[in-house]
């Protein structure tokens, strides 16, 4: 059974499954996190949905690069949890199926590509209290 953090699923919504692949950047005492501003405004691990014919892989690689610039190396699957959560950018309801990877971030190639996103280095400790689901930072805290 996956573990699952967050709220529970609401009864009579239906949901999406939705998965996704997320690093753990960890550098020089500090991790790399992505700030996304509207709609959400909060700190969140680097990553997001795995596109149909894309493997996981490929779309941490992907995802990373959009939302922080950075190529990334060595990527390794360190686990994996769900949540239930509205999505207002689709507008649907989700179940995320999250894919969790410690990769190392090797190379900036230049601002995030992504609209609305914001590379940011941050003690972990901070990043434990600013991330905005529990399971990126249980994840996170299992690395510090």
Known sequence: MIRRYGSTPIAGHKYVQRPGAYAILPRGGKVLVTYQGAPHDEFQLPGGGIDAGEGPIEALHREVLEETGYRIAAPRKIGVFRRFTYMPEYGINAEKVCHIYLARPILPLGPPSE??????????????????????????????
């Open 115 to 144: 609209p609305g996103h914001l590379a940011v280095w941050l003690d972990p400790v901070i990043a434990l209290a600013e991330l905005a689901n529990d399971g990126d930072a249980d994840f996170l805290a299992g690395i510090f």
